[in-house]
């Protein structure tokens, strides 16, 4: 399985992006996928968590501005980030992981770069 993040950018805040994580392997549909976040000098946090079902989960900090959703036929899992703040700026990675195994098998992207300017 890889993951391929891709949509980072410079933006202004107030401003939008949306990232996607394309997933390569056979079983994406049997996958929980979320991205995470790392600012510079700052542990990685879960952004936002996205079940095999399509339950969703997030963070406090991105709650009602983000939203992740999934393309199962595309395999492909999307990051839309509205009303964008200069907290926001990071490396973002998505993860894949398949239950009960998360935690201890986990499939990571490379990350993307996102920038927000105040």
């Known amino acids: 399985v890889q993951l391929q993040a891709s949509g980072g950018g410079l933006v202004q805040a107030g401003g939008s992006l949306r990232l996607s994580c394309a997933v390569t392997g056979t079983f994406f549909g049997m996958l929980d996928m979320a991205w995470y976040r790392q600012a510079p000098g700052k542990q990685r946090e879960l952004a936002a968590h996205?079940?095999?079902?399509?339950?969703?989960h997030y963070a406090d900090s991105v709650n009602g501005r983000f939203t992740i959703s999934r393309d199962n036929a595309e395999k492909t899992v999307r990051l839309q980030m509205n009303s964008l703040k200069p907290d926001d700026t990071g490396v973002y990675l998505c993860r894949g992981c398949v239950e009960p195994f998360c935690g201890h098998r986990d499939y990571w992207g490379q990350g993307t770069l996102v920038t927000v300017s105040s």
């Open positions: 996205i079940t095999k079902d399509g339950d969703t």
